[in-house]
């Protein structure tokens, strides 16, 4: 059963790649909120994909999913009579999410108070809510602040070759503080001007 308290909370929507750039706040040991930019973030609503499954066959009942969103990973983990609940849910599936954070052994984890089955085109439309919230909510950039944001988008491309490029929504994740449509924006122009290129669809490479 979730304490009551955490009911009370916000349910952010968010992106999975977020809440693994947010930090743990801990009380006496014991996790109290993921603190995200000015957010305390203590329930969340997720949509992604199970893309593992793992069930006890002991006395002790448990199921583990991993869950994906196309930004990152992060694991679900359902004891007792909640596992039950979850039993129906399978790999491969497309789901919401809502539930509770936990962080233990420097894991941060959902605890599920739902989990329901979704059409997979909800994660696309998931990823474009968000993105449109978040350019709501950041202000322009001047033209200063734009070239300093081009090199930045540089560097990090120029760091990701030893890895063979980098996911463009990895680049809108390290740099959270600006709008992804400016950062898209950037991005279209460097491929335009033949400084990087794209060797597969949301991927991006230095042509140095």
């Given amino acids: 059963m979730v304490d009551e308290q955490y009911k009370r909370n916000v349910a952010y929507k968010l992106r999975i790649g977020e809440l693994l750039l947010g930090k743990p706040?801990?009380?006496?040991?014991?996790?109290?909120?993921?603190?995200?930019?000015?957010k305390k973030v203590v329930r969340v609503?997720?949509?992604?994909?199970?893309?593992?499954?793992?069930?006890?066959?002991?006395?002790?009942?448990?199921?583990?999913?991993?869950?994906?969103?196309?930004?990152?990973?992060?694991?679900?983990k359902c004891f007792g009579d909640d596992a039950g609940k979850f039993?129906?849910?399978t790999q491969g599936q497309t789901v919401l999410v809502i539930g509770v954070l936990r962080n233990f052994n420097n894991e941060t984890y959902?605890?599920?108070?739902?989990?329901?089955p979704q059409d997979a085109?909800?994660?696309l439309i998931r990823k474009l809510e968000i993105e449109k919230e978040n350019s709501r909510n950041m202000k322009p950039l001047a033209k200063e602040q734009i070239v300093a944001l081009k090199d930045k988008i540089l560097d990090i491309i120029k760091e990701s070759e030893k890895d063979g490029g980098i996911e463009?929504?990895?680049?809108?994740?390290?740099l959270r503080e600006v709008s992804p449509d400016i950062i898209n924006s950037e991005i279209k122009r460097l491929l335009e001007e033949g400084i990087i290129f794209e060797p597969r669809p949301g991927k991006i490479r230095w042509l140095g």
Avoid at 46 to 68: A, M, Q, V
Avoid at 168 to 174: C, E, F
């Fill in 110 to 116: 959902i605890s599920p108070e739902i989990i329901k």
């Fill in 25 to 38: 706040i801990l009380d006496a040991e014991k996790f109290s909120f993921l603190e995200l930019r000015d």
């Fill in 87 to 89: 039993r129906e849910i």
């Fill in 45 to 76: 609503n997720i949509i992604g994909n199970i893309i593992d499954k793992y069930e006890s066959d002991g006395e002790r009942k448990y199921i583990f999913f991993t869950l994906d969103d196309g930004s990152g990973q992060i694991k679900l």
């Fill in 168 to 174: 463009m929504d990895k680049i809108i994740m390290d």
């Fill in 121 to 123: 085109k909800y994660l």
